[in-house]
């Protein structure tokens, strides 16, 4: 289905799950937090990995559990959000780095004005 025409994408990527690190992103109108997304680049082990959604150092419900059984490139994982945001808020995506093994994360932001 495609998104209604006032949906946008903010696009970055974290360079290892498995190392406890973030990606920031400004918000550049006022609108609502809709949909965060990831795709693995590999495959990890040890423990999922668990990636926390933040609104101006505010962390958000719910998580999203990159699981390490059967992980592979290509594994799309995502969480779905209402949240109000403002031009010039910050949102952080954020890794614990529980799991093992170095992959990168890409991370798809969806918005709407």
């Known amino acids: 289905m495609p998104k209604p025409n006032n949906y946008y994408e903010l ?4 360079t290892d799950v498995s190392t406890a690190s973030s990606v920031r992103f400004a918000v550049p109108h006022n609108g609502f937090l809709r949909e965060v997304r990831t795709v693995l680049a590999g495959a990890i082990s040890g423990a999922d990995a668990v990636i926390t959604v933040s609104h101006n150092g505010t962390a958000l419900t719910p998580t999203i559990t990159v699981a390490n059984a059967s992980s592979a490139e290509g594994d799309i994982d995502s969480a779905g959000f209402y949240r109000g945001v403002s031009k010039g808020d910050w949102l952080e995506i954020a890794t614990g ?7 990168a994360l890409g991370v798809t932001v969806v918005l709407s004005a």
């Open 11 to 14: 696009t970055d990527s974290i």
């Open 97 to 103: 780095g529980e799991s093992t093994d170095t992959a």
